[in-house]
């Protein structure tokens, strides 16, 4: 069975410093790894995903993630926070060999502090 | 490239009264989803249609929910009839397909049975 854990409900980092919002994942099989941001009153937006090739996957609004095989981890992040970068971030996998469907972990809330 | 459409932004109605979502997937977009994101949570899948036929509904309540994709373009998700626990927010997406490209999320639909 597909899962996502995001073991933290909330961050909180001071503008200008680096991020780091962390996901675990489990599949049978390789995995395709997503992570989506959500603002207020707003659908989920794409960011960034991982499907095979460079472990260092780089996205949208200066995010990046890394695939860890060995530690079955893809955490975002970003070298320096903004204030606009405050929202809700979801990670999401899906099986290779499954059906397109999106396992969501519970999301992570990123205050990012001016 | 106009994004994904969804209609009403917000629905109150009591328990046991019927209601009905809309979705307009972007052009050309073959796979299209319905998830419902409980406060604190992330996206469940409900169904997923690939052109007008279903892929996946294996966590729709089919005893009370119902989904059609006419003509393989828009779709409608209906309740009938609501429960308490139905309060949530009906998020819409789409893709090219169903394999490793990412959805992209309409603002969704949020629904509020008192």
């Known amino acids: 069975a597909q899962s996502v854990a995001q073991p933290e409900d909330q961050v909180n980092v001071a503008e200008g410093n680096p991020l780091t919002v962390k996901c675990t994942y489990s599949?049978?099989?390789?995995?395709?790894l997503f992570w989506y941001v959500q603002y207020p009153n707003r659908g989920l937006q794409f960011l960034l995903k991982?499907?095979?090739?460079?472990?260092l996957v780089k996205g949208s609004y200066g995010f990046e993630a890394e695939f860890n095989k060995s530690q079955t981890s893809f955490h975002l992040k970003k070298p320096s926070a903004l204030v606009s970068d405050s929202a809700l971030y979801f990670c999401?996998?899906?099986?290779?060999?499954?059906?397109?469907?999106?396992?969501f972990g519970t999301g992570t809330r990123l205050t990012v502090i001016p | 490239e106009a994004g994904v459409a969804q209609s009403p932004r917000y629905k109150i109605i009591e328990k046991r009264q019927s209601v009905a979502f809309w979705c307009n997937p972007i052009?050309?977009?073959?796979?299209l989803y319905w998830y419902q994101q409980i406060l604190g949570q992330g996206p469940k899948l409900l169904i997923q249609?690939?052109?007008?036929?279903?892929?996946?509904d294996s966590q729709l309540p089919k005893d009370r929910f119902s989904a059609e994709r006419l003509k393989g373009v828009d779709s409608t998700l209906k309740i009938q009839p609501a429960k308490l626990e139905d309060s949530a927010v009906y998020l819409c997406?789409?893709?090219?397909?169903?394999?490793?490209?990412?959805?992209?999320f309409g603002p969704g639909t949020r629904l509020t049975v008192t």
């Open positions: 999401a996998v899906r099986d290779e060999n499954g059906a397109n469907n999106l396992f």
């Open positions: 249609f690939q052109n007008n036929g279903v892929v996946d």
């Open positions: 991982y499907i095979t090739g460079d472990n």
């Open positions: 599949v049978s099989g390789n995995p395709y």
């Open positions: 052009s050309g977009h073959a796979t």
């Open positions: 997406a789409s893709s090219i397909d169903g394999t490793f490209h990412e959805q992209y």
